[in-house]
């Protein structure tokens, strides 16, 4: 069974970056999408960043557009959040997960994943 494992997390000040890794186990076909999420203390699992495995340009929510960038490495089955800028309140649990995906309006559901990964902790210092 396909398993996705995130790495990358730690403790960065206020302003700095972290480059996050989702390494699939096995490999993703252009059919399927991948998302990265995430889930503060307290707060529902939110929509960060996703991207078609088969192209185009990643989807991002409006509060880290121009901040944070999702790319894919088809030969090493592995997808990356580059953050940059980062701010307190984005202290989180990061998550990537996969999902189906044929073309259309990015699903930005969390419901719509069906795999996820174990998460990784980024906490953000002011």
């Known amino acids: 069974q396909v398993q996705l494992v995130e790495s990358g997390g730690g403790l960065v000040q206020a302003g700095g970056s972290l480059k996050l890794s989702c390494a699939s186990s096995?490999?993703?076909?252009?059919?399927?999408?991948i998302g990265w999420f995430r889930q503060a203390p307290g707060k529902e699992r939110e929509f960060v960043a996703g991207?078609?495995?088969?192209?185009?340009?990643?989807v991002y929510r409006d509060s880290v557009k121009g901040r944070f960038t999702i790319s894919r490495d088809t030969t090493k089955n592995t997808v990356y959040l580059q953050m940059n800028s980062l701010k307190p309140e984005e202290t989180a649990v990061y998550y990537c997960?996969?999902?189906?995906?044929?073309?259309?309006?990015?699903?930005?559901?969390?419901?719509?994943?069906?795999?996820w990964g174990q998460g990784t902790q980024v906490t953000v210092s002011s």
């Open positions: 997960a996969s999902t189906a995906y044929l073309g259309g309006p990015y699903p930005q559901n969390r419901r719509a994943y069906d795999r």
């Open positions: 096995g490999r993703i076909f252009s059919t399927y999408a």
């Open positions: 991207i078609s495995w088969g192209g185009g340009t990643g």
